[in-house]
């Protein structure tokens, strides 16, 4: 029985690093700041991250989120809560490669050893020429309600007139 439960366990690790394999590129870490210290263990962590949206060239994420340290976490089976902050701005000329779905994800990530992910996702806001994207996270068998939003003004660069994200949308 032990066997059985301790290969059961090790085919969910592999199965966890599989899918990470999956997703998309690792955002870059910026830098990590530990909030509880934990003795023989990693601590308690905000980390801060950097992304490019793959579709909008010139904008760029930044989003924060807790990493829970202590045995589970060194581990790699700690469920992380679902606090993420997010912030999005232009950083160069816009250039959007191809039309888009409101509401189209952008990014995802793991948040625990099962079921639960981060996702960011991008919108139009027509009217204003406003790219919205948003942070949440799911839970398989329960939602969450935390979620952050940021929005990205498209504005000329340069001599570049910005695009409507407008024309970008599917219909």
């Not at 976490?73 to 816009?94: I, K, N, T, Y």
């Not at 039309?99 to 139009?124: A, P, T």
């Not at 398989?140 to 409507?164: A, C, F, H, R, Y």
């Amino acid at each position: 029985m032990r066997f059985l439960t301790a290969a059961a366990f090790a085919l969910a690790v592999c199965v966890y690093g599989a899918g990470s394999a999956f997703a998309d590129d690792d955002p870059d870490l910026i830098f990590k700041k530990s909030t509880v210290w934990k003795f023989l263990t990693p601590d308690h962590k905000l980390a801060t991250y950097a992304i490019d949206d793959p579709l909008v060239d010139g904008v760029a994420c930044h989003f924060t989120v807790p990493e829970k340290g202590g045995v589970s976490g060194w581990l790699g089976v700690a469920e992380e809560v679902s606090d993420v902050s997010l912030a999005c701005r232009q950083v160069g000329p816009v250039t959007i490669k191809e039309n888009f779905e409101q509401g189209e994800e952008m990014f995802r990530q793991r948040r625990s050893f099962m079921f639960k992910k981060m996702r960011i996702v991008r919108g139009c806001d027509t009217k204003r020429n406003v790219l919205v994207y948003l942070v949440y996270s799911d839970k398989l068998i329960e939602g969450s309600p935390k979620n952050s939003t940021s929005t990205v003004p498209l504005m000329p660069w340069g001599d570049q007139t910005p695009p409507n994200c407008g024309d970008y949308l599917n219909d």
